[in-house]
């Protein structure tokens, strides 16, 4: 991914598009919501540090994220950092998801040494339908899912609605499991399961459509968070 930097104010960049999904408007006159799921990393420092600067514009919030962090600005900021560190060989990964092709509302990392671990997984800006959660995390297992023979691990605290959700897209804890902050685990079998009931969703759902092929050097301008 390479950046195109147009003036100090806007991040623009170029990159090789994942995914994107698109929720179809119910009504004539209403336009069609779009999610675009991009990977980000060291190449793309430049869009990075101009999105830093702006993190803490807004007060951001969300009931059902995974995070590491106390607050979600401090976990965007913490995940940015690390894609700074990261290039196309890591293992490790960052994810952004990019609404309408102008705001980014929402990220998630992992790493992978060996056992894939989703670390953070946030999103912003009124996401009513879930779409920015959904398609970043189906992305995630996705990407997993072609190199991993291992089952996938997570962490969240007991009682939120993020180990709720986590609970609702097929991890389980296990028996020995139960802390504060529980281990959750999806094992090898039911990433693809997982995958594919989403997958078939989408496909049979009128209401939305799904384009998992890669397009490279999508060209992005007006970009925020």
């Known amino acids: 991914m390479q950046i195109q930097s147009i003036n100090t104010n806007t991040p623009n960049f170029q990159a090789n598009r994942l995914r994107t999904a698109v929720r179809l ?21 430049e869009f990075i540090n101009k999105l830093l600067m702006k993190i803490d514009l807004k007060n951001r919030k969300d009931s059902h994220g995974l995070k590491e ?22 293992s490790d990964g960052v994810y952004i998801a990019v609404k309408n092709g102008k705001h980014i509302t929402g990220l998630l990392d992992y790493t992978n040494g060996g056992i894939p671990l989703l670390k953070n997984l946030v999103v912003w800006r009124g996401n009513k339908e879930n779409d920015s959660r959904m398609n970043l ?12 023979k291992t089952d ?10 993020g180990s709720e959700w986590l609970l609702e897209q097929g991890f389980t804890i296990p028996n020995q499991n139960r802390f ?3 281990r959750f685990v999806m094992t090898k ?11 078939n969703y989408i496909e049979n759902n009128s209401e939305t459509t799904l384009t998992d092929k890669v397009q490279k050097d999508v060209r992005l301008t007006n970009l925020d968070l």
């Open 25 to 45: 408007a119910k009504a004539a006159n209403q336009p069609n919501t779009s999610i675009d799921i991009y990977s980000i990393n060291s190449s793309d420092s």
């Open 69 to 90: 962090k106390e607050n979600v600005n401090d976990t965007i900021r913490n995940v940015m950092n690390k894609a700074l560190k990261l290039n196309e060989n890591s």
């Open 137 to 148: 995390f189906m992305q995630f297992l996705k990407g997993i899912g072609k190199k991993s």
């Open 152 to 161: 996938v691990v997570t962490y969240a605290e007991t009682g939120t609605k």
């Open 180 to 182: 504060a902050r529980q």
């Open 189 to 199: 079998k039911d990433v693809r399961t997982n995958l594919n009931k989403f997958e």
